[in-house]
């Protein structure tokens, strides 16, 4: 959804340092999601690949719960482009269902579930290489002004 009127930046790239997805961020994970549609539903999906080394570790040889959910946030947030809407996310909810290891492909996905006027409803999991559930969230999602969004951060701005 770009807004780029030659003068402002666009959206991706005010989001450039996005812990989670931002290509500027040089302690950023990187995240890279592709984009599909449910084969039920035809609500959007994405899905991403993730293997985290030991700096994103909590219990010993697994990932940190707090970068779990973070995993989540972002894959459910790339639902919103798709869905023309810019949004933040309002409530979440993080069942950890079995230790999630580091140094293995883990498969993140997320799905729009339904909208109730600002009400963004999304789902995520993340699986291992066989297929074993290890974690998923629900996710509340409201969509904002895109005036909310500052186009120009810089350290003095932000106080640094
Ligand atoms: C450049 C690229 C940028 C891209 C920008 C996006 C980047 C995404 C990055 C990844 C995602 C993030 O980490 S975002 C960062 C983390 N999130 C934040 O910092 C958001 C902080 N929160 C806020 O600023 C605000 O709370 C907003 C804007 C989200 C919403 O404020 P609001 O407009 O006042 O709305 P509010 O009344 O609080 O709630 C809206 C509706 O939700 C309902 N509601 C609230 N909680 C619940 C709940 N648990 N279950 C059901 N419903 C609920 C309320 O009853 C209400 O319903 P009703 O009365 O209307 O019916």
């Known amino acids: 959804m770009p807004m780029n009127d030659n003068s402002a930046p666009t959206l991706d790239e005010q989001a450039g340092h996005c ?6 961020n040089p302690q950023g994970l990187h995240l890279h ?14 899905t991403a690949t993730v293997n985290l080394t030991r700096i994103y570790e909590g219990p010993p040889g ?3 719960g707090g970068i779990i959910a973070t995993l989540f946030d972002e894959a459910m947030s790339k639902l919103n482009r798709p869905l ?8 979440m909810e993080v069942d950890y269902l ?9 498969t993140l996905t997320a799905t729009h579930e339904r909208r109730e006027g600002r009400k963004l409803f999304h789902s995520a999991q993340l699986h291992n290489a066989e297929g ?3 974690a998923q969230a629900e ?6 002004n895109p005036a909310m ?10 106080g640094h």
Do not use: W
């Open 139 to 144: 996710g509340l999602f409201i969509a904002i």
């Open 19 to 24: 812990f989670a997805c931002g290509p500027a």
């Open 33 to 46: 999601f592709d984009r599909s549609e449910h084969p039920e539903t035809g609500h959007p999906t994405v």
């Open 98 to 106: 079995r230790p999630s290891p580091l140094y293995q492909d883990l």
């Open 62 to 64: 697994y990932i940190h």
């Open 132 to 134: 074993t559930l290890l």
């Open 84 to 91: 023309d809407t810019l949004a933040m996310t309002r409530h």
């Open 149 to 158: 969004i500052p186009s120009n951060i810089t350290p003095e701005k932000a």
